[in-house]
């Protein structure tokens, strides 16, 4: 392999050095004056104004992204904010990585360990406050990373712009949740940055210090494994652009003391009684890992997620890198540091595409921008050092990836990018929602497409910064419009799921010890979020075929034809509060209630239950506010000789029929803007061993207030 040596000439007619290299042929190439800045190394008094520049940057985008968070409402992302901070609080209090009282695979180590101690020291309230301003700092430290890696490769200036591109992404807003994408990407761009150093110099240390920092990349979360196999990748695609194979030995080494360690931490793990198992290794992410996406929509969600790399950087990053690319892979540019940036780039992003396709294609259905949120620096470094390199235009590679690009924005589905319910991961495109119809969505997309590709295609290179200026100009507006956006979804989750009225009431109400009933007729994210503001639920149990996402494993509770509370092996409920949707009435005293208000789900009570604790009654087929159409059912349990008190409010003045047990037993008149108070007897076979049922059925629309069984 020949080692390129700068050298430098001294013109004596000017009196100014020209680097040159020495070239493959033996003739010295002259090199622009764009490399030669590149080259140079900083001057040492440059440093310090640069060096203030770049934590100027991080401060300041620290302060601004948690100002901008204080419009947020947090917990928005359900489960994993809760997820999160749950296990922080868990970590700090008592060191193990535990939701509260409940069982829970892995999840992350150093999320729950960066926000967990705000969280426990605190009220939730106050911690989240404090978990915020540490997530932004955290997520504003990619500068850092971004600036180093750039300047190797660039200018100071370029590489500090490269840094203030990346802090410009709307990808930064998580900063304001309990999330791990604060971590994942600072931590992940590090470790990029030393799989570059060690493609560059390869050596055991430096593979070493990568997979340290992979290491920690995965503590943060596990989807970033995928760094091992872009790391054989890069390193394929780094010995194919410098056309020397040689640069493979070192892996064989490499891959040894890998297997080493494989097998020593199986031995390990075995030998202290653990297990090998996937839901051992994966933890949470064990159900990724037992299911195929269908070959169709995985390749489909593959393809759009490509599309997507170029909408986070607005398109002209990836066509710069492209130019980039064609330099290193043809060999006109024999830099090592930009070969490895290149390899390492391509490398990754491929395999992260691929990842995140698939994932998406079976557990998402839309695109999951957040995922890729790590590509967002190499975007940034990439535009900046093809400026800096004096953007080369290379349109035989360019001009085709620009043609690829305006079609994939011409056919992409809009509903993968911009729907109100793609919003949580995919901020970058919300803005298009502002355009109302699909076909001005549509001309927009396309027309930036093609705007990117003229900038790099046919702006002068004098003129190429105008394309950075574009870039970080675009993405601050894209991030101001985001941050209006999350604000109001984030208010409407809270408001939808739990209403406006203080979330932690039943830990305000000084209540202990208590169980959360599930009864599948509130929203899931409502459970989640009861659950995280109020410490005091330690027991969640779902009710019958109730189906809860979280918290992770909730054991089943039959309601029994007496309405015994019988747990799975039989046995009653034994707990002293049980906090019970309004739907469910218990029998007991009612402790304190949260009113439906302005949610749209059902309220909550807290009862100091009889002991068996027991159900009343139970309706379904009611809005929160008690109107129904059509159909409403009511149980009620241990039925025993009385009546159903019924209040129906006449909406429409349609008449309702009863029903008991399917037989029809009386027709409910009440006209239109005014109340009535029915009684429907019990069948005469009700002798509080049995449930009777109950029906309301109308053609019209009826409102209902006060429903309660009266025994006789």
């Not at 202990?512 to 027991?539: E, H, K, P, Q, Y």
């Not at 109730?546 to 092996?569: M, N």
Request: charged residues 15%; hydrophobic residues 50%.
């Amino acid at each position: 392999m020949r080692v390129y040596r700068p050298r430098t000439t001294c013109d004596r007619a000017h009196g100014h050095g020209i680097r040159r290299y020495d070239t493959p042929t033996g003739e010295d190439r002259a090199v622009t004056g764009s490399e030669a800045a590149v080259l140079d190394p900083p001057r040492a008094r440059r440093m310090p104004s640069v060096a203030l520049a770049l934590v100027g940057l991080v401060v300041a985008s620290t302060l601004v992204r948690f100002a901008i968070a204080q419009a947020f409402t947090t917990p928005w992302i359900a489960p994993d904010e809760m997820v999160y901070g749950m296990l922080g609080e868990g970590l700090w209090s008592h060191g193990t990585l535990t939701l509260r009282t409940f069982d829970a695979p892995y999840y992350s180590l150093l999320t729950p360990t960066l926000i967990g101690a705000p969280l426990e020291l605190s009220d939730l309230a106050t911690g989240i406050q404090w978990a915020r301003l540490l997530q932004c700092l955290a997520m504003s430290l990619v500068a850092v990373p971004t600036f180093v890696w750039a300047r190797r490769l660039a200018t100071p200036g370029w590489a500090l712009a490269a840094a203030a591109i990346t802090l410009a992404a709307p990808a930064l807003h998580y900063a304001g949740f309990l999330m791990t994408e604060p971590l994942t990407l600072v931590v992940v761009t590090v470790a990029l940055l030393m799989l570059a150093r060690a493609l560059e110099e390869p050596t055991m240390w430096r593979y070493g210090v990568f997979l340290a920092w992979t290491t920690a990349a995965a503590a943060v979360r596990l989807q970033a494994l995928v760094l091992l196999p872009a790391f054989l990748v890069a390193a394929l695609l780094d010995a194919v652009a410098a056309r020397d194979r040689g640069r493979l030995r070192p892996l064989v080494g490499l891959g040894l003391a890998a297997g080493v360690v494989v097998v020593l931490v199986g031995v390990i793990v075995l030998a202290t009684g653990g297990e090998l198992s996937r839901r051992s290794i994966l933890g949470a992410y064990t159900p990724v890992g037992e299911s195929a996406p269908v070959a169709g929509e995985g390749l489909g969600e593959v393809v759009w997620h490509a599309f997507d790399v170029a909408v986070l950087g607005l398109g002209l990053p990836v066509l710069a890198f492209a130019a980039l690319a064609a330099r290193v892979f043809s060999g006109r540019d024999g830099d090592p540091r930009l070969r490895a940036f290149v390899s390492t780039s391509l490398g990754y992003a491929v395999l992260l595409v691929l990842q995140v396709g698939l994932f998406a294609s079976v557990y998402v259905g839309a695109v999951a921008e957040r995922y890729l949120l790590t590509l967002l620096p190499l975007l940034a470094v990439a535009l900046c050092t093809w400026i800096a390199r004096g953007a080369p235009s290379e349109r035989r590679v360019v001009i085709p990836a620009w043609g690829v690009l305006v079609a994939l924005a011409a056919v992409v589905p809009l509903d993968q990018l911009v729907e109100p319910t793609t919003l949580v991961n995919t901020l970058t495109p919300a803005p298009l929602a502002a355009l109302g119809s699909d076909a001005a969505q549509r001309v927009a997309l396309v027309a930036a497409a093609v705007a990117a590709g003229a900038l790099v295609v046919f702006l002068p290179r004098r003129l190429a910064w105008i394309g950075a200026v574009v870039v970080g100009v675009g993405l601050a507006l894209v991030s101001a419009d985001t941050a209006r956006r999350i604000d109001d979804a984030s208010a409407h989750e809270q408001r939808a799921g739990i209403g406006s009225a203080p979330p932690a009431w039943l830990d305000d109400a000084g209540l202990d010890r208590a169980t959360l009933l599930v009864t599948g007729d509130r929203i899931w994210t409502s459970v989640a979020r009861t659950v995280f503001w109020n410490r005091s639920v330690d027991d969640v149990r779902r009710v019958d075929a109730a189906d809860v996402p979280f918290p992770p494993a909730v054991p089943s509770l039959e309601v029994a034809e007496d309405g015994i509370l019988r747990t799975a092996d039989g046995s009653p409920l034994d707990r002293p509060v049980v906090v019970a949707p309004d739907t469910m009435t218990l029998a007991g005293e009612p402790i304190v209630e949260r009113p439906a208000g302005d949610s749209d789900v059902p309220g909550l009570t807290a009862w100091r239950v009889e002991q068996p604790a027991r159900a009343v009654l139970q309706r379904a087929g009611f809005l929160p506010n008690g109107d129904f159409t059509q159909r409403a059912v009511i149980t009620v349990y241990g039925c025993r000789p009385g009546t159903l008190d019924v209040t129906i409010l006449g909406k429409t003045g349609d008449p309702v029929r009863a029903f008991v047990d399917g037989i029809q037993v009386a027709t409910l008149e009440t006209p239109a803007g005014e109340s009535a108070i029915h009684r429907i007897p019990a069948p005469p076979y009700a002798d509080g061993t049995h449930a009777c049922g109950f029906e309301l059925q109308t053609d019209g629309y009826a409102g209902s207030t006060t429903i309660v069984f009266t025994p006789r």
